[in-house]
């Protein structure tokens, strides 16, 4: 009789523990979603541009150096 007592017990612990886990992640949605300004779009945009470029810093500059001397010749 005690292993039952134990294990409900151990299941009503388990689920606080979810539902806490929840509304917490649910109010950090929401106060992402409310701190998103009217430049957010633009803000990923650069970021993503950021993330792109320079992890590949040596290869942009010599499709830079590359555009330039096309630029230059035409």
Same mark, same amino acid.
């Given at each position: @009789? %005690? #292993?039952?007592? #134990?294990?409900?017990?151990?299941?009503?612990? #388990? !689920? +606080?523990?979810?539902?806490?886990?929840?509304?917490? &992640?649910? !109010?950090? @949605? +929401?106060?992402? =979603?409310?701190?998103?300004?009217?430049?957010?779009?633009?803000? =990923?945009? &650069?970021? &993503?541009?950021? #993330? *792109?470029?320079? !992890?590949? @810093?040596?290869?942009?500059?010599? *499709?830079?150096? =590359?555009?330039? %001397?096309?630029?230059?010749?035409?």
């Amino acid at each position: @009789m %005690t #292993t039952l007592t #134990t294990a409900a017990i151990f299941t009503n612990a #388990t !689920s +606080d523990f979810v539902s806490s886990d929840t509304a917490a &992640l649910a !109010s950090h @949605m +929401d106060h992402c =979603a409310s701190n998103r300004s009217r430049f957010f779009s633009l803000h =990923a945009a &650069l970021e &993503l541009a950021h #993330t *792109v470029v320079f !992890s590949r @810093m040596v290869t942009a500059a010599v *499709v830079a150096a =590359a555009l330039l %001397t096309m630029v230059g010749i035409v």
